[in-house]
């Protein structure tokens, strides 16, 4: 969809801001540019919708080189929300957002329709905000007003500049979900420039790393984490690399142990038989419904003489998430309830539990799956050596 071809700029005063820039951006795709100030992103971002020509290579945008598509035309196609969000100061909310479509020619009545209507998309009620003008609104706010004014010509290409910068970190994660969760239904496919590693990690599908005016790694945040491509990205992703990548690794299945499960109205003696035969110090306890109850332990089974029901001698605990829930979630549900597993649930069905063990071993497997270029469950992990 945006595609780099071995893409050079070297602006008049002979700085170069990029050298011999390749990668492609596939459509629906989210990407994030991610390097610390002046490395390039931005003029890396403005080569895409012409606003900057490239000294050599080629930009192709929906298969087509850019240079020789018309700038007014190619911008149709791709939004736009600038560093600093840029508003017009003198222009109400609700004319800043429809300046896009008045531009390529829309009828007023219709392009505030649409205005109003991105407003809402993004969390702003058309009818409090959009007469309003830019300086009587907050940070976020305004921020949101970019993202409205960039969507609303619905253009398949969206470049972001670091369009959450100038917030506290609280609105920011709430812009960044809330962004998320409308890409999860318009899949624009969207370059996204930032210098916060976090941010890059939590909204890109890929993230292009950038040293000095080159990309030092591109790749999918969890095999960034988990394997650097050299020592500056290793040094850029930080040394708590290995705590991010808990958040951008899933529980799977695979990762499951599955401990005897017993009900809340189960005889206390079929229980202790059924963990005896397994070999089990303890068991998971559901309660009548299937809903997660707690667990039971062999000790307590035995020094009630196996009497009454599993529910009498259970005790409560609630850590669970959803399957396909990051690492980190199940890790801090572990963390809060004092536990040494957290069930996993498919829906209402209990699956199984992740242990602390099982949870380490699904981080190497990972690492090692995109060592490889392949799905993590596809690995077996008996071949992952100890390096
Ligand atoms: N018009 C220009 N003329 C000369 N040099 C420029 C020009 N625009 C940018 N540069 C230089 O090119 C390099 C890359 O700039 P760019 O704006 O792309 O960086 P950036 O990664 O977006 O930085 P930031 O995170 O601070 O926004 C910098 O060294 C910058 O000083
Ligand atoms: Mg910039």
């Not at 009587?136 to 960039?150: E, I, K, M, T, W």
């Not at 920011?172 to 996204?192: D, H, P, S």
């Not at 039971?296 to 850590?319: F, H, K, N, Q």
């Not at 071993?361 to 690492?367: G, I, K, P, T, Y």
Request: charged share 25%; hydrophobic share 45%.
């Amino acid at each position: 969809m945006i595609r780099f071809e071995q893409v050079t700029k070297v602006y008049p005063d002979g700085t170069a801001a990029v050298r011999d820039l390749s990668f492609e951006v596939a459509e629906g795709e989210l990407v994030t540019l991610v390097g610390p100030s002046g490395c390039g992103k931005t003029t890396t971002m403005m080569m895409v919708n012409r606003l900057i020509e490239p000294t050599s290579g080629r930009v192709l945008v929906e298969g087509r080189d850019v240079a020789g598509v018309d700038p007014v035309a190619l911008r149709r196609r791709i939004g736009y929300v600038i560093q600093q969000v840029g508003l017009f100061p003198h222009r109400t909310v609700l004319d800043n957002t429809a300046t896009v479509p008045a531009l390529i020619g829309w009828k007023r009545v219709k392009a505030r329709a649409r205005a109003a209507e991105l407003l809402e998309l993004v969390g702003l009620d058309p009818k409090i905000y959009g007469p309003r003008y830019p300086a009587q609104l907050s940070g976020g706010q305004r921020q949101r007003v970019g993202v409205a004014r960039a969507l609303a010509a619905d253009p398949p290409v969206l470049l972001m500049d670091e369009p959450f910068g100038a917030v506290d970190p609280v609105a920011r994660e709430r812009l960044q979900n809330e962004f998320l969760r409308l890409q999860a239904t318009m899949r624009k496919t969207v370059l996204l420039v930032t210098h916060d590693i976090e941010e890059a990690v939590r909204m890109g599908d890929r993230i292009a790393v950038y040293g000095e005016g080159r990309v030092e790694q591109y790749d999918t945040p969890a095999a960034v984490l988990g394997a650097p491509a050299t020592a500056y990205v290793a040094r850029f992703v930080g040394a708590d690399r290995g705590l991010k990548r808990l958040s951008v690794t899933a529980v799977e299945p695979a990762d499951l142990e599955e401990p005897p499960v017993a009900r809340t109205d189960e005889p206390a003696r079929d229980a202790a038989a059924r963990m005896r035969g397994q070999g089990a110090r303890w068991a998971v306890v559901l309660g009548t419904g299937g809903e997660l109850h707690g667990w039971v332990s062999a000790d307590a089974l035995a020094e009630a003489g196996e009497r009454g029901s599993v529910g009498d001698l259970a005790r409560r605990m609630e850590a669970w998430v959803p399957l396909g829930s990051p690492l980190k979630q199940a890790f801090s549900e572990m963390l809060q309830h004092d536990a040494g597993w957290v069930a996993v649930l498919d829906g209402p069905r209990f699956l199984g539990v992740l242990t602390p063990a099982k949870l380490h071993e699904a981080l190497r497997r990972s690492v090692d799956a995109d060592a490889q270029g392949i799905g993590r469950s596809e690995v077996d992990f008996d071949s992952v050596s100890d390096a």
